[in-house]
Protein backbone atom coordinates (compact mmCIF):
# COMPACT_ATOMS: atom_id res chain seq x y z
CA UNK A 1 0.00 0.00 0.00
CA UNK A 2 1.87 2.77 -1.24
CA UNK A 3 -0.73 5.62 -1.10
CA UNK A 4 -4.79 6.14 0.13
CA UNK A 5 -7.02 8.41 0.67
CA UNK A 6 -9.75 9.12 3.14
CA UNK A 7 -11.73 11.82 4.96
CA UNK A 8 -12.56 12.71 8.44
CA UNK A 9 -16.20 13.44 7.26
CA UNK A 10 -16.24 9.75 6.04
CA UNK A 11 -13.95 7.83 7.89
CA UNK A 12 -13.52 9.38 11.28
CA UNK A 13 -16.24 11.53 11.67
CA UNK A 14 -15.73 11.99 15.45
CA UNK A 15 -12.61 14.06 14.14
CA UNK A 16 -15.06 16.96 12.27
CA UNK A 17 -15.91 19.60 14.14
CA UNK A 18 -17.99 22.77 13.48
CA UNK A 19 -15.39 25.78 13.10
CA UNK A 20 -14.70 28.84 14.52
CA UNK A 21 -15.67 31.85 11.55
CA UNK A 22 -12.45 33.15 11.80
CA UNK A 23 -9.01 32.12 10.88
CA UNK A 24 -5.25 32.71 11.97
CA UNK A 25 -2.63 34.01 9.72
CA UNK A 26 0.70 34.76 10.00
CA UNK A 27 2.15 38.10 11.39
CA UNK A 28 4.89 39.54 9.84
CA UNK A 29 8.27 38.83 11.29
CA UNK A 30 11.51 40.92 11.88
CA UNK A 31 14.29 39.60 9.62
CA UNK A 32 16.05 36.71 11.48
CA UNK A 33 19.66 36.71 13.06
CA UNK A 34 22.70 35.91 10.45
CA UNK A 35 22.67 31.79 10.91
CA UNK A 36 19.64 31.20 12.63
CA UNK A 37 18.41 28.95 10.37
CA UNK A 38 16.21 26.57 12.28
CA UNK A 39 13.43 25.64 12.66
CA UNK A 40 12.80 27.52 15.55
CA UNK A 41 11.88 30.13 13.03
CA UNK A 42 8.84 29.05 11.48
CA UNK A 43 7.39 29.16 14.89
CA UNK A 44 5.55 32.71 14.60
CA UNK A 45 2.29 34.30 16.01
CA UNK A 46 -0.98 34.40 14.28
CA UNK A 47 -3.56 36.82 13.68
CA UNK A 48 -7.04 36.88 12.25
CA UNK A 49 -7.90 36.51 8.48
CA UNK A 50 -11.25 38.01 7.45
CA UNK A 51 -13.99 35.74 5.49
CA UNK A 52 -12.99 38.03 2.26
CA UNK A 53 -9.09 37.22 2.61
CA UNK A 54 -10.20 33.49 3.04
CA UNK A 55 -11.80 33.62 0.19
CA UNK A 56 -9.65 35.49 -1.92
CA UNK A 57 -6.79 32.96 -0.65
CA UNK A 58 -9.19 29.99 -1.20
CA UNK A 59 -9.75 31.05 -5.07
CA UNK A 60 -5.88 31.86 -5.65
CA UNK A 61 -5.30 28.40 -4.52
CA UNK A 62 -7.65 26.45 -6.82
CA UNK A 63 -6.10 28.17 -9.61
CA UNK A 64 -3.08 26.89 -8.74
CA UNK A 65 -4.24 22.91 -8.22
CA UNK A 66 -2.96 20.62 -10.47
CA UNK A 67 -4.26 17.27 -9.08
CA UNK A 68 -7.91 18.30 -8.63
CA UNK A 69 -7.67 18.43 -5.11
CA UNK A 70 -9.35 22.27 -4.68
CA UNK A 71 -10.73 23.32 -1.77
CA UNK A 72 -14.22 24.42 -0.96
CA UNK A 73 -15.41 27.61 0.89
CA UNK A 74 -18.96 27.38 2.68
CA UNK A 75 -20.94 30.57 3.32
CA UNK A 76 -20.09 30.39 7.12
CA UNK A 77 -16.41 30.58 6.37
CA UNK A 78 -15.04 27.53 7.06
CA UNK A 79 -12.89 25.90 4.41
CA UNK A 80 -12.34 21.90 3.43
CA UNK A 81 -9.98 20.38 1.57
CA UNK A 82 -7.18 17.93 1.32
CA UNK A 83 -3.78 17.21 2.59
CA UNK A 84 -0.99 14.67 1.88
CA UNK A 85 0.53 13.35 5.00
CA UNK A 86 3.64 11.34 4.30
CA UNK A 87 4.12 8.15 7.28
CA UNK A 88 7.90 8.32 8.46
CA UNK A 89 7.58 6.06 11.25
CA UNK A 90 10.92 3.73 12.42
CA UNK A 91 8.97 0.76 13.45
CA UNK A 92 5.41 -0.99 12.73
CA UNK A 93 3.25 0.59 14.86
CA UNK A 94 0.83 -2.21 16.85
CA UNK A 95 -2.74 -2.70 15.49
CA UNK A 96 -5.73 -4.59 15.38
CA UNK A 97 -5.98 -5.38 11.63
CA UNK A 98 -3.87 -5.67 8.75
CA UNK A 99 -4.21 -1.78 7.37
CA UNK A 100 -0.83 -0.95 9.11
CA UNK A 101 1.37 1.29 6.92
CA UNK A 102 4.11 -1.60 6.62
CA UNK A 103 6.63 0.30 4.24
CA UNK A 104 8.29 3.72 5.00
CA UNK A 105 7.09 6.75 3.27
CA UNK A 106 3.44 5.56 2.86
CA UNK A 107 1.75 8.31 1.59
CA UNK A 108 -2.29 9.27 2.50
CA UNK A 109 -4.53 11.76 1.42
CA UNK A 110 -7.19 12.85 4.02
CA UNK A 111 -10.12 15.42 3.21
CA UNK A 112 -10.61 17.80 6.66
CA UNK A 113 -12.03 21.10 7.40
CA UNK A 114 -10.17 24.36 8.37
CA UNK A 115 -11.08 23.52 11.81
CA UNK A 116 -9.63 20.01 11.90
CA UNK A 117 -6.40 20.74 14.21
CA UNK A 118 -3.09 18.72 14.24
CA UNK A 119 -4.72 16.80 17.22
CA UNK A 120 -7.16 15.23 15.83
CA UNK A 121 -5.54 14.40 12.11
CA UNK A 122 -3.27 12.37 13.87
CA UNK A 123 -5.97 10.64 15.24
CA UNK A 124 -7.83 10.28 12.19
CA UNK A 125 -4.66 8.86 10.71
CA UNK A 126 -3.99 5.93 13.28
CA UNK A 127 -7.81 5.40 13.08
CA UNK A 128 -7.69 4.97 9.74
CA UNK A 129 -4.86 2.28 9.94
CA UNK A 130 -6.26 1.14 12.87
CA UNK A 131 -3.04 1.45 15.22
CA UNK A 132 -3.84 0.87 18.76
CA UNK A 133 -1.25 3.01 20.07
CA UNK A 134 -1.85 6.46 21.92
CA UNK A 135 -2.16 8.91 19.72
CA UNK A 136 0.75 10.96 22.20
CA UNK A 137 3.31 8.29 20.79
CA UNK A 138 3.23 10.60 17.37
CA UNK A 139 3.78 14.05 16.07
CA UNK A 140 3.00 15.71 13.12
CA UNK A 141 5.90 17.35 11.29
CA UNK A 142 5.83 20.42 8.17
CA UNK A 143 8.10 20.42 5.69
CA UNK A 144 9.14 23.48 4.18
CA UNK A 145 11.79 23.95 1.68
CA UNK A 146 13.23 27.60 0.91
CA UNK A 147 16.48 28.55 -1.07
CA UNK A 148 17.61 24.92 -1.70
CA UNK A 149 17.62 23.78 1.95
CA UNK A 150 14.66 21.64 4.30
CA UNK A 151 13.89 22.56 7.18
CA UNK A 152 11.17 20.33 9.83
CA UNK A 153 9.37 22.03 12.56
CA UNK A 154 6.98 19.46 14.31
CA UNK A 155 3.44 21.19 14.54
CA UNK A 156 1.55 21.90 18.40
CA UNK A 157 -1.79 19.89 18.44
CA UNK A 158 -3.52 22.93 18.14
CA UNK A 159 -2.48 23.84 14.77
CA UNK A 160 -4.42 23.87 11.47
CA UNK A 161 -2.91 22.10 8.85
CA UNK A 162 -5.46 22.65 6.11
CA UNK A 163 -4.75 26.32 7.23
CA UNK A 164 -1.04 25.87 6.73
CA UNK A 165 -1.61 24.14 3.54
CA UNK A 166 -3.74 27.50 2.45
CA UNK A 167 -1.54 29.86 3.36
CA UNK A 168 1.78 27.87 1.17
CA UNK A 169 -0.36 26.88 -1.67
CA UNK A 170 -0.57 23.33 -3.07
CA UNK A 171 2.88 22.68 -3.94
CA UNK A 172 4.25 19.83 -1.54
CA UNK A 173 8.14 20.55 -2.57
CA UNK A 174 7.36 24.05 -0.60
CA UNK A 175 5.28 22.42 2.28
CA UNK A 176 4.48 18.97 3.04
CA UNK A 177 3.29 17.30 6.37
CA UNK A 178 4.90 14.33 7.70
CA UNK A 179 3.98 12.07 10.56
CA UNK A 180 6.70 10.55 12.89
CA UNK A 181 7.14 8.64 16.39
CA UNK A 182 8.00 11.29 19.04
CA UNK A 183 11.86 11.75 19.38
CA UNK A 184 13.54 8.93 21.20
CA UNK A 185 13.66 10.27 25.08
CA UNK A 186 10.15 11.25 25.28
CA UNK A 187 8.95 8.47 27.76
CA UNK A 188 6.20 10.62 29.22
CA UNK A 189 4.29 9.34 25.54
CA UNK A 190 4.64 5.65 26.96
CA UNK A 191 1.88 4.08 30.04
CA UNK A 192 3.20 2.47 32.98
CA UNK A 193 3.07 -1.26 32.16
CA UNK A 194 5.29 -0.18 29.00
CA UNK A 195 7.59 0.99 30.84
CA UNK A 196 7.84 -1.79 33.48
CA UNK A 197 8.37 -4.09 30.33
CA UNK A 198 10.83 -2.00 29.28
CA UNK A 199 12.73 -2.09 32.45
CA UNK A 200 12.13 -6.64 32.68
CA UNK A 201 13.88 -6.56 28.62
CA UNK A 202 16.48 -4.49 29.82
CA UNK A 203 17.43 -6.52 32.99
CA UNK A 204 16.88 -9.89 30.67
CA UNK A 205 19.59 -8.58 28.58
CA UNK A 206 21.99 -7.59 31.05
CA UNK A 207 21.46 -10.51 32.73
CA UNK A 208 22.12 -12.41 29.28
CA UNK A 209 25.11 -10.26 28.59
CA UNK A 210 26.38 -10.77 32.31
CA UNK A 211 26.37 -14.69 31.89
CA UNK A 212 27.79 -14.78 28.25
CA UNK A 213 30.95 -12.93 29.66
CA UNK A 214 30.79 -15.68 32.74
CA UNK A 215 31.41 -18.22 29.61
CA UNK A 216 33.68 -16.50 27.60
CA UNK A 217 36.25 -16.05 30.79
CA UNK A 218 35.36 -19.39 32.27
CA UNK A 219 36.67 -20.65 28.85
CA UNK A 220 39.19 -18.75 28.68
CA UNK A 221 40.64 -19.37 32.37
CA UNK A 222 40.17 -23.20 31.61
CA UNK A 223 42.34 -22.91 27.95
CA UNK A 224 45.05 -20.98 30.43
CA UNK A 225 44.87 -23.59 32.90
CA UNK A 226 45.47 -26.38 30.84
CA UNK A 227 48.67 -24.43 29.02
CA UNK A 228 49.94 -24.40 32.36
CA UNK A 229 49.81 -27.89 33.25
CA UNK A 230 51.19 -28.37 30.52
CA UNK A 231 54.20 -26.20 31.29
CA UNK A 232 54.71 -27.89 34.44
CA UNK A 233 54.35 -31.33 33.74
CA UNK A 234 57.72 -32.90 34.66
CA UNK A 235 59.85 -33.62 31.79
Not at 109 to 124: F, K, M, Q, R, Y
Not at 200 to 229: G, H, N, T
Request: aromatic letters at 10%.
Amino acid sequence: MSSGYSSLEEDAEDFFFTARTSFFRRAPQGKPRAGQQDVEKEKETYSYLSKEEIKEKVHKYNLAVTDKLKMTLNSNGIYTGFIKVQMELCRPPQTSGKLAPSSNGCMNTLHISSTNTVGEVIEALLKKFLVTESPAKFALYKRCHREDQVYACKLSDREHPLYLRLVAGPRTDTLSFVLREHEIGEWEAFSLPELQNFLRILDKEEDEQLQSLKRRYAAYRQKLEEALSEVWKPG
